[in-house]
């Protein structure tokens, strides 16, 4: 992929630009296997799951920068000066497609942009998401209320030109912290929520919930792991950091009940919608909880444990607790090898029997890696 921004040395967010994708993608896998090898053994390895080279980013974070006439949309640099990357070539189409008029918009609703170094202005960044129809999530992150009214004011002219915007929300944001963002969202439009086809299912996503940032991959992703819990005959699955569901929702079916366990709220309320939504029978549950610290007990559990942390991974005891539990398979699905790696060691009673790559993160080192255990007989 050639971008103008990387060539110019104006951002250098996509490091492996320079290395052609097929030999980004081996030196990845060859990676990810040297990382894992104590525990994953060569033969194991399925073909690894390549990504589409540009305009796979289904979320931008763009900060907001320059001057109230001729905002800039992208990144800050080292300076505190704002970079435009309104042509960045691995945004979706419909993201790209929409940033110029959303710069203008910051201009029309007289949003001053967010001076880092002085600390001064209002807006800080826009967050936009899209889904595979071209409808977008919008959220403005502010540094107060106080410029919510000239948001709210200025949006009905934004939404006319650009219909595909489904929902806005401000988000306040007055610390000067390295967080994206701050605890208090507005809804600025009735639809709160953008639908989200992923894989064969269809998700919701609100505010505050995680959403993997590739959605050809992630459908991938979600279908292999249903194809390996039909491949174990699974019926009662536990799916741990479960977000908006793409895993439970991928492995519910007429015969197998599964239960998801999410710390965010928002993101099981829609967890719950799209459960709600389905017309597939199965049973499919949700709650709020803190999976690290789960109990599961030995006997009368799940056959069945699905387990896809941030990347500080799932930790000792939460490792030690799957190890004694009376689960027979274990899916962990990890964006960090290196805790996957740590979390292996607890889980001694497992074997891992398949491992796969999926390149959500090209041109980057980072990695997303799925592994089916089953217990030692
Ligand atoms: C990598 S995301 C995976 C989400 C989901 N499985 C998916 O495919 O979209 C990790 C999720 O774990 C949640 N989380 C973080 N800490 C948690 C905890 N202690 N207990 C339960 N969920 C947690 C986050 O809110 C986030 O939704």
Not at 236 to 254: P, Q, T
Request: hydrophobic share 40%; glycine share 6%; with cysteine.
């Amino acid at each position: 992929m050639k971008c103008v921004y990387f060539d110019r040395h104006l951002c250098r967010s996509c490091t492996l630009l320079e290395t052609p994708y097929a030999e980004q993608l081996r030196d990845k896998q060859a990676r990810v296997a040297e990382t894992l090898a104590t525990r994953v053994a060569d033969g194991v390895w399925l073909p690894a799951r390549a990504s589409a080279e540009t305009r796979f980013r289904s979320k931008a974070k763009l900060a907001v920068g320059g001057t109230l006439q001729a905002p800039t949309l992208g990144i800050t640099d080292a300076d505190g000066t704002g970079v435009d990357l309104r042509e960045c070539g691995i945004q979706d189409e419909a993201i790209w497609d929409v940033v110029p008029d959303l710069a203008g918009f910051v201009t029309c609703a007289g949003l001053r942009p967010y001076d880092v170094t002085r600390r001064e202005g209002a807006l800080k960044f826009v967050l936009v998401t899209a889904n595979t129809d071209g409808e977008l999530m919008v959220r403005f992150v502010l540094r107060s209320e106080d410029d919510v009214p000239r948001l709210r004011e200025a949006l009905p002219a934004l939404l006319e030109r650009l219909p595909q915007v489904r929902a806005v929300s401000a988000n306040i944001h007055p610390e000067h912290k390295a967080v994206v963002e701050g605890d208090l969202e507005i809804p600025l439009t009735p639809e709160q929520t953008l639908r989200l086809p992923v894989g064969d299912v269809t998700l919701h996503l609100r505010h505050r919930s995680f959403l993997q940032t590739n959605t050809d991959v992630a459908g991938d992703l979600y279908r292999q792991a249903a194809a390996w819990a039909d491949a174990v005959h699974a019926l009662n699955v536990l799916d741990l950091y479960c977000g908006v569901g793409g895993f439970a929702l991928h492995l519910a079916g007429e015969h197998r009940r599964v239960h998801g366990v999410e710390i965010e709220p928002t993101a099981v309320e829609s967890a719950r919608l799209a459960a709600s939504e389905r017309s597939t029978a199965g049973d499919v549950t949700f709650e709020v909880g803190d999976a690290s610290v789960l109990d599961v007990p030995a006997e009368d559990s799940a056959d069945l444990v699905v387990v896809n942390p941030p990347r500080r991974g799932i930790g000792e005891h939460l490792a030690r607790t799957l190890d004694g539990s009376g689960a027979h398979t274990v899916i962990y699905s990890s964006c960090n090898p290196t805790t996957l790696a740590a979390d292996l060691e607890h889980l001694a009673s497992f074997d891992v029997t398949a491992a796969r790559l999926f390149d959500m993160f090209p041109h980057t080192h980072h990695a997303e890696v799925a592994v089916l255990l089953r217990r030692r007989l």
